[in-house]
Each structure stands twice: as C-alpha cells, then as structure tokens.
C-alpha cells in the first residue's frame, strides 16, 4: 500500500542516545523515514507539529488480549495449587483477588471458555486501541485459544487469530502473532476441559494449522511453546523447528513459578532452561518471558544463546510471581525486552519504570539502567524480539513508527529535555 509522504517537526527527539532539539523527520510513500534533520528550530510548512518528546514507537513483546477482561473484576480463586478449585470469593487486588498465580489462572480459564472470533475481535480490538494510546506502536500476542470450547475446530481453524490481525489492523498496532502450540495440563497430563481449546492434539498438527496463518497483510507470524508444562520434551524441538525454518520468532514462557520448576525436575531431572536448550529452543531467535525463577546455570544458558527475555513486571508483580534476575541476565547476555502481559496496567514506560524499581527493592541500591537502556528495552529490543529489526529506533530507512511524549502535563512536569551537546 502506498502511503503519502509526510514531514513531522519534532520539538525534541531521541535519536542516538541522545535528546536532539528541533528534528525534521520525512516519510516516504513507503510508511519508512527517508531523512532526518536535527537543528530545524521551527516547524515548516506543511510539516505536522509534534511538541514534546518523539521517540520510537514503543513494543508491547508479550500480550494476552483475553486477560484484559479481568481486570477490575472480583475473582473466585482457587485453592493454592496448580490446576485446583475453591469456593472462596474475593475482590481485591489490581486484577481482583486473592490467593496465587494458580487461583488466578482459574479464572482466566473461565473468561477464556466464554470467547468467540466475534467478542474476541471486539475485546482485543479495545484492547489493542489502548495500547495505541499509551504508544505502542507493535504488540506480541502470544495467542493460544485457538478453537471452539471443548477443543472442536472452527470452520476456519484459524478463526480466532484471524479475529486479532483484523482487531489490531483497526486499533492501528502492528501486530506479531506468537501461535502457540499448548498440548497438556502438566508434565504426563491431558489437557483439561478448559485447555482442550488450546490444543490441537499434538505439534505436528498445530504446525499445520499454523502454517496456514496469512501474513500478507504484514503481520508477523511466529510461534511459541507455552511452557515445559504445555508442550511435552518430545514436542519441543518440532515447534522450535518451525520458527527456524522461517526465520520466525519465537516465544516461551519460562520458570514463571517454583512449582514449575520442582514438577520439571521431577519429571526430567533438569531444569526448564535445560530442558528447552537440550532441544534446541534457546537461541538469538528465541524470547524467554518471565524467567523468574533461575539458577546459575539458567541464567548462563540464556545469556551464553544470545535468548532474549521479556520482563513483565506489572503482572509479575500482580500475581505475586516474583522478581526475575534482570540484571544478571542482561549481563550473561541477554537482550531484555518489555511486556503488558495480562494487561493489569497498559503503559510500557510503567514496565520499564518498575524493572528498575523492582531491582533498587531486591538490591537496596538505586541506578541500575539509565533512561535510555530502559527505553532500548521498550524499543528497540522489543521490535527485534517482535521479529521487526527495521524498527525501534528513528533513522533512515526504518518504519516510521514513532510516539510523542507531551512534556507539559502533570506527570512530566520538570526539567525540560538538556540540548545535545
């Protein structure tokens, strides 16, 4: 599709790491920046007027449309325990409820049951217009309800990824679909009523069903393993092949909780990280989200295969997960990025606000990333892990995709951005 070229005069930019005053920025019929100007001091003609801050455009790298339905309602959680039921009601919290991460999940299998592509096009179109709002500019949906409930195809078995590229192509957000092969309730377990939506029986036959996906509307197509505990060892590598194949990204949740950990041990005699790099999951191409809960090793074999790994803390923090080792991840090697996740709070400059916060709590010392390696974080990385490396940051050539942060509101009222020097 051919675009209208386009000039924007930014009253200050980020470009380089560096605040720049007065940045001309002109797109091309192909919807990328074709030129840079910095020291323009007053908008030309013809030019859209961007007063405040312009950076690029923010990545939401880890999103579950469907969880934003919880937000704000009272839950009925379960007892403390994975794949367990209770009785007992309560209404507090930011997603509204007590208990752990594994109460929580009960009721979001209850939301899930109740989806079809129609109310899941309209909430994920909400959803994804919220996040244009708060300047996100790509999201990753790492989608796995994927058929009818009680795990029966729709005509179109694609019918409900279908339902998020259309809702993300009118809420204006780029969109990475992370197809996700789901396949059991546990290490050994069928998938319970609830999941049988999500499987398609085993990753040869998700494989199929993915590969019919259309990403010619630009949508990028990747995948993603759900966990250890979704997707059996003997599993893994098939979908790991996939994305490889393509060049896909791909996605996994990773020791999000203890108890995943100790059931994997049980199980395989290794840990979650082990187990996916002994079948060849981890590597440049791959997104570890979550990592919470790590051992040495963990974190060496994430950061020695170049695996990035999407901090969430908004919902991590939520439900009560924990606090994942960022500092020592990013040091072993790992690219980090940011994500919304169930979408408790949709501002990614929140997420990268509380990564920092939550380590300054864990280490009792303040500064561990500057603004601009936090906003690398919820750009740049996270385009790359979205599988969109010509975007994240303005210069020639990259998407034009790029948000402005008003300098004169309440929340941003202060010093006013240094001039390069």
């Known amino acids: 599709m051919s675009l209208t070229p386009q000039s924007y005069w930014a009253e200050h930019a980020w470009i380089d790491q560096e605040v720049r005053p007065g940045v001309l920025i002109d797109t091309g019929t192909d919807g990328r920046i074709i030129r840079l100007a910095p020291g323009v001091t007053e908008p030309p003609v013809g030019s859209v007027d961007l007063p405040g801050l312009t950076v690029p455009g923010l990545a939401n790298a880890h999103s579950h449309a469907f969880h934003r339905a919880l937000r704000g309602v009272s839950q009925t959680p379960a007892a403390a325990g994975p794949g367990t039921a209770g009785d007992s009601p309560a209404t507090d919290g930011a997603n509204g409820g007590t208990g752990s991460f594994w109460t929580w999940r009960e009721v979001m299998y209850s939301v899930a049951d109740r989806l079809t592509p129609d109310t899941y096009f309209d909430l994920a179109r909400a959803v994804y217009a919220e996040m244009a709002l708060a300047g996100i500019t790509s999201v990753g949906e790492f989608h796995y309800l994927h058929h009818a409930p009680g795990g029966s195809p729709y005509p179109d078995p694609n019918a409900m990824g279908n339902a998020l590229i259309a809702a993300a192509a009118e809420a204006g957000v780029r969109l990475t679909l992370l197809d996700t092969c789901y396949l059991s309730a546990g290490f050994g377990a069928p998938p319970g009523t609830s999941q049988l939506r999500f499987s398609d029986g085993d990753a040869a036959a998700w494989a199929r069903r993915a590969d019919a996906l259309d990403d010619a509307s630009g949508v990028v197509i990747g995948a993603a393993v759900h966990s250890v505990r979704a997707v059996p060892a003997d599993q893994l590598g098939r979908v790991a092949r996939w994305a490889r194949e393509r060049g896909a990204p791909l ?68 439900l009560a997960d924990g606090i994942g080792p960022a500092t020592r991840l990013e040091a072993a090697g790992s690219p980090l990025s940011l994500g919304s996740d169930s979408h408790a709070v949709i501002d990614l400059l929140e997420e990268a606000r509380a990564m920092e916060l939550n380590e300054r709590l864990r280490s009792r010392r303040r500064g561990h990333w500057t603004a601009g390696q936090l906003l690398a974080a919820a750009t740049r990385h996270g385009q790359a892990a979205l599988g969109r490396a010509d975007a994240g940051r303005l210069e020639p050539g990259a998407l034009a995709d790029f948000t402005t942060l008003a300098l004169d509101s309440v929340r941003t009222a202060g010093p006013r951005p240094r001039r390069a020097a």
């Not at 999951?281 to 974190?299: F, Q, S």
Request: aromatic share 0%; charged share 20%.
């Open 251 to 318: 996605h996994v949740h990773l020791s999000e909780q203890p108890a995943e950990n100790e059931e994997c041990l049980a199980a395989h005699g290794r840990t979650p990280a082990r187990l996916l790099a002994d079948h060849g999951v981890l590597g440049p191409g791959t997104t570890a989200v979550h990592a919470t809960h790590l051992t040495d090793e963990d974190i060496a074999l994430l950061g020695d295969s170049g695996t990035g790994v999407c901090m969430c803390p908004t919902t991590e923090r939520d």
